[in-house]
């Protein structure tokens, strides 16, 4: 229970930079495979956040409006593939 609060509110606090073990795992099989990959895990790979330490700050983008977004991967995909031309 404590690793899916962990993953949940690393979740909602969208730390920059960050991504809990086994956010993809969740993401993409759902929690019953996160969960039995927990289980076949002896032991936490996950280091636990010091109870006093500051949370990271939130990333610029991360309330970006979805055209500034887009526009931003826009340009370096141009510039990708003109260094390939």
């Known amino acids: 229970m404590a ?3 962990e993953l949940r509110r690393s979740v909602l606090e ?3 930079g960050q991504r809990p073990l ?3 795992l969740f993401l ?3 929690m019953r495979a996160w969960m039995d990959a927990w289980l076949a895990c002896p032991v936490s790979l996950a280091p636990r956040p010091e109870a006093n330490a500051a949370p990271m700050p939130r990333s610029p983008l991360a309330s ?7 526009l931003l991967a826009s340009m370096a995909l141009a510039q990708i593939q003109g260094e390939a031309a």
């Open 3 to 5: 690793r899916y609060e």
């Open 14 to 16: 969208g730390r920059a």
């Open 22 to 24: 086994g956010l993809a």
């Open 28 to 30: 993409r099989e759902g």
């Open 64 to 70: 970006a409006p979805r055209e500034l977004v887009d």
